[in-house]
């Protein structure tokens, strides 16, 4: 009996001591990970539930790019996101804006067996932007396109995005979440599809006399994506809708089935982003991201 209890307490102090030696050695480690990456002295401002604070750029890069696609994809898709949250970050600042978004913290990544596939991404792309006449790009993204990304000239109607150009992307049509039907409420009948762009996205709907812009009609809904075509029934209106995201610049998708078949981030960017280059932000330019 006496030993059965012995052994009963000896596992209750194994469980109980597990924990604290997993946050011992994740400390130590993370301690070592934030010493390399406060060796950067850029810092942005950053809007959380407890107001603005001061963040390390590096380290919010990869915590924002953690958050933005998925944590599974490959290396090279991880450094061509990274570019792209870095270039949008960097944008933010120089327009004065605070920025807002979601945030995976180191430590969630190491817990979760990827935080040395995003220091590896970080340390490679370190300080690098898209740039398209030495000025940063408009970083779009979006999970899966219809098939087509859009034209930039096409969807802001002016012609300031000419590396913005509509890409073909094949392989989100096989993608398991590229297709989806919703039914909308029957306060939509009659709506009508006035314009859309080369690349199948909804421009412009009309309902009465009410004209929403295909952005503004996704948005009002919760739906995935302005590509779409609407059919309407006597049980009901539906929507049958291709892709996810607005459909702008980089498929995260593509740029997984790209990496996949062994491009390297700066092809996977070059195709979203035609005529751009990489640009490394000077010390004087980290200087001022403050």
């Known amino acids: ?27 130590g480690r993370m301690e070592k990970v934030y010493r390399t990456i406060q060796d950067e002295a850029a810092y942005i401002s950053v809007q959380t539930g407890q107001g603005i604070r001061d963040m390390n750029l590096e380290e919010y890069v990869i915590g924002v790019t953690a958050a933005e696609m998925p ?33 995976v913290p180191l430590t969630e990544l190491e817990a979760a067996g990827v935080a040395d596939k995003f220091l590896k991404a970080q340390e490679a792309t370190k300080q690098q932007i898209l740039t398209y006449e030495g000025e940063p790009v408009m970083a779009s993204f979006h999970a899966l396109s219809a098939g087509n990304t859009r034209s930039g000239e096409e969807t802001f109607q002016n012609e300031g995005y000419p590396y913005l150009k509509s890409k073909a992307c094949p392989s989100d049509k096989r993608a398991d979440d590229y297709e989806c039907r919703v039914q909308i409420a029957d306060d939509w009948r009659g709506l009508t599809v006035v314009k859309k762009d080369s690349a199948g996205y909804v421009q412009q709907v009309q309902i009465g ?19 779409f075509q609407v059919d309407e029934r006597k049980e009901g209106i539906f ?40 640009h490394k932000l000077s010390v004087s330019e980290l200087a001022d991201i403050k």
């Open 1 to 27: 009996m006496e030993k059965k209890i012995e052994r009963t307490l000896a596992l209750i102090l194994l469980f109980l001591a597990l924990p604290c030696a997993l946050i011992m050695l994740l400390g």
């Open 209 to 227: 006399d009410a004209i929403y812009s295909g952005e503004e009609f996704r948005n009002l809904l919760g739906l995935p994506s302005a590509h």
């Open 239 to 278: 929507l049958n809708i291709q892709g996810i995201g607005h459909g702008i610049g980089m498929s995260q998708n593509t740029a997984q089935e790209m990496a996949l078949s062994g491009k390297k981030y700066k092809e996977i960017l070059g195709y979203f982003f035609e005529g751009t280059g990489l």
């Open 71 to 103: 944590q599974s994809y490959e290396p090279e898709a991880v450094k061509a996101q990274m570019v792209l949250t870095r270039t949008n970050l960097y944008r933010s600042k120089e327009e004065g804006k605070v920025w807002q978004g979601a945030y």
